[in-house]
């Protein structure tokens, strides 16, 4: 199933311009919104505009929503810029957004972690309201990382992972994959030049540690114990990049471990030359364009701060965005991936979800996420299982009406039996 791909607008069509303290001052309540008062989820990334990009909710509506929005590099409101319009909170299927795994600036893309009934997943959310779960982890702890410039992704699986490809669908995580070391876990990855970088948090009676370990972007079918370990670490990291000459970490307190902060460390690892550069509980972070200054969120995600530049003696912080004093009005705007003047333009399914309209992206009839089975095509064919429409009781093909064997009928649903 393909998707087209759509640049970030961070611009709601109806008066987002006009400011509100309450939906009603938007017009045309539940259809548009009073947007205010920001609830970040963990997760950080910077859009090709240089736009800091975050995933949360607006809590001055009931709606609950998450979105994907924007914060001025130079600090002020967060804006929507379009809903996470397959969570499902209800009906057959749990699905919910919990977090910005990471950001693609050059495809202005986000990756979203979704925990469902099941299993939770990572995958590309897509401004048309499709997400694709890419990754389900399912016993095994995912380390996952883009090299925009090359674009190459490599992940860790409990094996490691390199495709020549930005991967935005499941086929293309299969496709052309070259395996580069077997048994080996990581929570994050990257590369520079032909050297990749791991780094694995390590849970023990006496702490928690992140281990770096090096090897070879070419390394074909390697064993782990090829790979060098570079530095062990005694906090545990929460996020994890790398530039040319030095790698990054941020932390947060962790068990036995009360180290916190945002780490600098030559790729060599040399521990005489490990820098705090802040030393509050950090997030998830962020480099600028210039890659001299860092956005961060605190730990409690009621901030995101700056600091710079990284190449100084004494980085100084700013305060971009304070949870605690976001502003004294919000902005209006449609709710639930709605468009047009009024908000009340789809160009897919409206469902209604706690008495707020949400415009569900439509393929081959069937709409990204259902709530219940009437809302999928080609009934009793197909029926809502775990927030998405499928093929019942063995058939198969685009209108769920394959069957290679003898069909069934049981109060009205088909079966099909194998022969």
């Known amino acids: 199933m393909k998707y087209s791909i759509f640049l970030i607008s961070m611009i709601i069509v109806v008066a987002s311009s006009t400011s509100c303290q309450v939906d009603y001052q938007c017009g045309n309540v539940p259809y548009s919104l009073c947007f205010k008062n920001f609830n970040m989820l963990p997760g950080i990334g910077r859009d090709t505009s240089g736009n800091i990009v975050l995933l949360g909710n607006f809590n001055s509506s009931s709606q609950g929503l998450n979105y994907i929005a924007t914060l001025p590099a130079a600090g002020g409101s967060i804006t929507p810029g379009y809903a996470i319009t397959t969570d499902a909170n209800s009906g057959s299927g749990y699905s919910k957004s919990t977090q910005l795994y990471t950001f693609v600036t050059s495809l202005n893309q986000p990756y979203i972690a979704v925990q469902k009934n099941n299993a939770p997943y990572t995958g590309p959310y897509f401004q048309n309201g499709t997400f694709n779960g890419v990754w389900a982890l399912k016993g095994y702890t995912l380390g996952l990382g883009f090299d925009d410039i090359n674009k190459r992704t490599y992940y860790c699986d409990g094996n490691v992972h390199r495709i020549d490809k930005i991967v935005l669908t499941e086929q293309e995580r299969f496709q052309g994959a070259m395996d580069l070391y077997a048994g080996q876990n990581c929570n994050f990855i990257g590369a520079v030049g032909n050297d990749l970088y791991m780094a694995l948090i390590n849970y023990n009676d006496n702490g928690t540690t992140t281990t770096v370990y090096k090897g070879s972007i070419s390394c074909a079918n390697c064993p782990a114990s090829s790979l060098t370990k570079v530095a062990t670490l005694n906090f545990q ?22 180290n916190a902060g945002l780490i600098q460390l030559p790729l060599s690892g040399d521990m005489i030359a490990l820098r705090y550069i802040v030393s509050e509980p950090v997030g998830r972070f962020v480099f600028d364009q210039s890659g001299d200054w860092i956005y961060y969120q605190t730990a409690d995600l009621a901030t995101i701060k700056k600091v710079g530049p990284i190449s100084a003696n004494h980085p100084q912080v700013s305060v971009l965005y304070d949870r605690s004093n976001p502003g004294s009005s919000g902005n209006c705007g449609c709710t639930g991936g709605m468009q047009g003047a009024q908000c009340q333009t789809c160009s897919g399914q409206i469902q209604w979800v706690n008495s707020f309209p949400q415009c569900i992206a439509v393929s081959n009839g069937n709409p990204a996420t259902c709530q219940a089975d009437y ?21 198969t093909g685009a209108q769920c009406q394959t069957c290679t064997g003898t069909v069934t009928w049981n109060n009205g649903v088909p079966t099909c039996k194998y022969n």
């Open 237 to 258: 990291a929460s996020g994890f990049s790398l530039s040319a000459t030095h790698m990054y970490f941020s932390a947060a307190p962790g068990y036995l471990t009360p």
């Open 375 to 395: 809302q999928c095509a080609n009934l009793p064919y197909t029926s809502c299982q775990y927030a998405t429409c499928q093929c019942v009781n063995g058939f």
